[in-house]
């Protein structure tokens, strides 16, 4: 007799990420000196670019450490920030409303209440962070405030309080953290070969190590994070959909609130952060910001929209 196949449950996610999350911290500075030695190689003799990386490679563990430390103690705040959000309470007459929604909705999911912040933007969209669930936050842009009834603004809270439930949230921290740090070190290097070059003409081979050690950063930003945001991210919004879903009893509110925020999820806040992209309920950039479906960090909202459907009929 063929055995069932087995469920998943949130146990089996929050594992999931768990084990995600330990092997990003361990596979960044892995790939980084890997992809030092290779570009390294190009302009020196195998052994000199093994003796380069080596030594790049100290360095970059010891940012990796400062990096975990920071997404763990500020990852939240600086995704807040480049969102612009701007914390509300229940005491606020406009908003009295919306963290009483929130509330509900964690006391249905069995969480603690998040924070809860509101983007002054137009579009629709809406993100969770945080360390753990009893620290989480909770931000919704002012146009899904106004553009979406009651039910199904609470269907968008539910997926992010499940977000918050799997620890997609701390994640998501390491993910766009890693990213700032990586970017910014890459800014510096570049900022550093131009004041070499002003300084002097002479080519030597240290400033071609320099310039590789850049391109590989430069790499590692543009091909190889997005990679890791897409094998990370898109299986998971299904899951999120399915857990809000359950929470509110009400598959169709989601999907009809999917359907609405498909038509306008740009941030304008977000335009320059396409690290956030993968944190938001649908795609705050614009269909410009993506290399086509194969490197969305999202699935396609139709087939979102189908699988919800499917389960409210």
């Known amino acids: ?10 146990y089996d996610h929050i594992h999931s990420n768990n084990v995600k999350t330990t092997i990003l911290v361990i596979l960044f500075p892995i790939i980084f000196v890997a992809l030092v030695f290779l570009f390294t190689w190009i302009v020196m003799p195998m052994n000199d670019a093994m003796n380069t990386a080596v030594r790049v490679a100290v360095p970059t563990f010891v940012v990796c450490i400062i990096w975990t430390l920071i997404s763990w103690a500020f990852g939240d705040s600086m995704m807040l920030n480049m969102a612009g959000a701007k914390q509300i309470n229940e005491s606020d007459p406009d908003y009295k409303y919306i963290y009483k929604s929130v509330e509900n909705v964690a006391l249905a999911a069995g969480l603690p209440t998040p924070r809860v912040y509101v983007i002054n933007d137009s579009g629709l969209n809406a993100f969770a962070t945080g360390r753990s669930p009893r620290d989480a936050t909770v931000a919704l842009t002012r146009g899904i405030i106004q553009k979406l009834d009651r039910i199904e603004l609470e269907g968008v809270i539910a997926h992010e309080m499940a977000h918050i439930g799997n620890r997609d949230i701390r994640l998501d921290m390491f993910i766009i953290t890693g990213i700032g740090v990586t970017v910014f070190i890459a800014d510096i290097l570049l900022r550093g070969m131009r004041y070499s070059n002003t300084r002097s003409n002479d080519k030597n081979n240290g400033a071609a190590v320099i310039l590789m050690v850049w391109l590989a950063f430069t790499v590692f ?19 999120a959909d399915a ?10 509110a989601l999907a009809n609130a999917l359907r609405k925020i498909s038509g306008n999820s740009n941030v304008k806040s977000l335009s320059n952060q396409s690290a956030m992209a993968s944190v938001c309920i649908a795609n705050p950039l614009g269909q410009r910001a993506f290399l086509g479906e194969l490197l969305a960090t ?9 699988r919800l459907e499917s389960m409210g009929s």
């Open 243 to 252: 857990t809000g879903a359950k929470i509110t009893r009400n598959p169709i």
């Open 298 to 306: 999202h699935p396609p909202v139709k087939k979102r929209i189908q």
């Open 221 to 239: 930003n543009v091909i190889i994070t997005p990679l890791l945001r897409m094998a990370i991210s898109r299986r998971r919004e299904y899951a």
């Open 1 to 10: 007799m063929r055995s069932m196949k087995r469920i998943k449950t949130v």
